[in-house]
């Protein structure tokens, strides 16, 4: 079991880098998908004030 | 379809990784010259392999970008290079922790290591221009000129092992033309772990074009609402 040690880092290294890019790109997802919930709801009220016709219901 | 091929793909990745670390930890006899510490092997040949096929999709993307004019190109150009990076930089990194007890030192400016180092440098400077510089469409064709030029580095790195002098070992095809490994055990392990590899790619792919389609929609809504705005002020 010589190097067991060196073994033992490179595949901690893989999963953790791999591990910390899956969370940076998830939480990088979740706070654009706000963004965009926050700017279409934005961009529906100034429409609306604008007295810009808005689509259906249905294809809202 | 479009929330379920995202997850079908992350189960697929998690499937072939436990199998993948089954083989290797389990299956697969130790070498004999080596021991233990060969085994970083399974994962870091699939890392490299992954770090090419990513850096050959940005060279592709880039193409297609120059001669369509697609942002879905330039989208999949930069998802890939990022993902190439990220499997460069796990190529280095395990290539380093298993020289140290084979070779002694952590690194040696040997010329499959250096030409790996090169490739690093170049999509590191394409991923610092896309990161720097503003998403415009010049900016998008320099990064597709990058991206394309780069990706000469990888047969050069291939071929490395036979061009010059390098004590980095050819593993799946000796100087002889003979197989480099020796057990059918682990020719089998390799192939799991490739394939694992390639699963988890196309995955974070996937996902990370997903996360530019979004920004690309932030950006639209926020024009938009910049002129409607600007048209509620007149």
New interface residues.
Partial sequence: ????G??F???S??FV??GL??IF??R??VR??R??GR??T??HD??Q??G?PQPPAEDL | MKGYLPVTLAAATCLSMLTALYMVFVYVPTEVDQGIVQRIFYFHLPCAWVTFLAFGMVAIAGGLYLWLGHKIWDDLGYAAAELGMLFCTLVLVTGSIWAKPIWGIWWTWDSRLTTTFILWLIYGGYLLLRSFADDTEEIARFAAVLGIVGVVDVPIIIISVRLWRTIHPAVLLTRQGEHGLEDPRMVATLLVSLGAFTIMFVWLLWVRLATLRLRSRVATLRRDLAVLEAGAHL
Avoid: D, F, K, P
């Fill in positions: 079991m010589e190097h067991l060196y073994l880092v490179a595949y290294s893989i880098l791999i890019y899956v790109i998830g990088r997802q654009l998908e963004e965009v700017l279409e934005a961009l100034v429409e004030a604008a810009v």
